[in-house]
């Protein structure tokens, strides 16, 4: 079957999933839903919310006792002082999060800048704002690094926000920290407001740190704070989200979130309760066992020649295919009909990055190694015939 190269974005990851689904084998590498477990400590939280306490309406903006755990949360890792009260909403996962963010911010006409390639769903949500997505590139020579140069150069009369995701998806490129700084201050000279993703700050590799703008001097004031449960929990089906940021702002998320879905499912608010109260050794764990994959991802890259941006965070790699003559929807689809191994084509998280591909190490080791020496085969049966 082949895929409909004129469908981008979430469209085309799906078309190529449902192709996966015909493969009893498939081995896929390249979306983002870890393969551990929730842990047991979690999942007895949301059997006891649902005999004791999971029957009724939650406010739009979460339990307290949530809030307070997450302000603690931000607090103690990231290092953002927040009111429970007033500026914590929890919402249903990430997706929903982001998606508020961009709605609570942004009017039709108005500007966000966007480091490419991203999360699609941003994208999305400003389209569906009327909002204009003004790209700054990144790229693999430099391990996807925006500047705050090429921010400073991109900012308009009509911008409104800049967008800053760290660990990105789906780069795994890490924002320093004296950049963060720079961005913040760049942001207040110009009186924007800061969109931060802190989803994967978890997940920071080798000798690399996170930072979250809105821990800065002049950040609070003006950053909206995404994260989830997702992936750091293992909780993807969960759908527990927040978003943290100054009281004006978060009043007008809490309006939308109340209007659109409503409070957040009880049971899962219970769980993230345990989940970020509870031990923190699964999400250690988790983390080490991303580490030894990240190595064997990279070792097999290295074999088959593919250059990459050494991803410092996160979950993924995005690898360059240039060489290889082919479109990213192209080559997914190749190495998916003869090995069964799908990974992710680059185009779909920005289209004009038809030469990368996105991998995760979300596998245990054994069909991780299994997955690669596939994509290994295919790739040499294509620059073998390159050569012929």
């Given at each position: 079957m082949a895929t409909n190269n004129r469908k981008h974005g979430t469209a085309l990851l799906y078309d190529l999933i449902s192709q996966a689904r015909s493969f009893p084998d498939a081995i896929v590498l390249g979306r983002g839903d870890p393969d551990f477990d929730t842990p047991p400590h979690i999942i007895d939280a949301a059997e006891m919310a649902m005999r004791e306490r999971g029957n009724h309406y939650t406010p739009p903006?979460?339990?307290?006792?949530?809030?307070?755990?997450?302000?603690?949360?931000?607090k103690e890792v990231n290092g953002i002082e927040v009111d429970a009260a007033t500026e914590v909403v929890v919402t249903n996962g990430g997706q929903e999060a982001l998606f508020l963010m961009v709605l609570a911010t942004i009017a039709s006409g108005e500007e966000?800048?966007?480091?490419?390639?991203?999360?699609?769903t941003y994208?999305?949500?400003?389209t569906f704002v009327g909002g204009i997505q003004v790209p700054v590139p990144t790229y693999a020579r430099n391990d996807f690094r925006v500047t705050p140069e090429q921010v400073r150069e991109a900012i308009s009369e009509r911008t409104r926000a800049v967008l800053l995701v760290s660990p990105n998806n789906p780069t795994a490129g890490v924002i320093p920290p004296a950049d963060v700084h720079a961005f913040v201050r760049l942001a207040a000279d110009h009186d924007l407001l800061i969109l931060a993703d802190d989803i994967y700050d978890l997940f920071v590799y080798d000798d690399f740190e996170h930072c979250s703008p809105a821990s800065l001097p002049g950040g609070k004031e003006r950053t909206l704070t995404v994260n989830a449960l997702s992936k750091a929990y293992a909780m993807?089906?969960?759908?527990?989200?927040?978003?943290?940021?100054?009281?004006d702002l978060m009043a007008h998320v809490k309006q939308l979130k109340a209007a659109i879905t409503g409070g957040t499912s009880i049971i899962s608010q219970y769980a993230a309760v345990?989940?970020?109260?509870?031990?923190?050794?699964?999400?250690?764990?988790?983390r080490?066992?991303?580490?030894r994959r990240r190595r064997i991802v990279l070792d097999a890259l290295d074999e088959m020649g593919m250059r990459y941006g050494l991803p410092k965070g996160g979950q993924f790699v995005y690898a360059d295919i240039t060489p290889t003559g082919y479109s990213s929807a192209e080559l997914a689809e190749k190495i998916?009909?003869?090995?069964?191994?799908?990974?992710?084509?680059?185009?779909?998280?920005?289209?004009?990055?038809?030469?990368?591909?996105?991998?995760?190490?979300?596998?245990?080791?054994?069909?991780?190694?299994?997955g690669l020496q596939r994509m290994k085969l295919a790739m040499k049966s294509i620059m073998g015939s390159l050569t012929r």
């Open positions: 903006e979460g339990i307290l006792s949530l809030r307070q755990v997450i302000a603690r949360r931000v966000m800048i966007v480091p490419e390639p991203n999360y699609n994208n999305d949500a400003l993807t089906g969960w759908r527990l989200g927040w978003i943290v940021g100054p009281e345990a989940a970020l109260e509870g031990p923190q050794e699964p999400m250690l764990a988790m080490e066992a991303y580490v998916l009909q003869e090995q069964h191994v799908l990974v992710y084509p680059g185009s779909a998280f920005s289209e004009a990055r038809e030469q990368y591909l996105r991998m995760t190490f979300l596998q245990p080791e054994e069909k991780l190694r299994e």
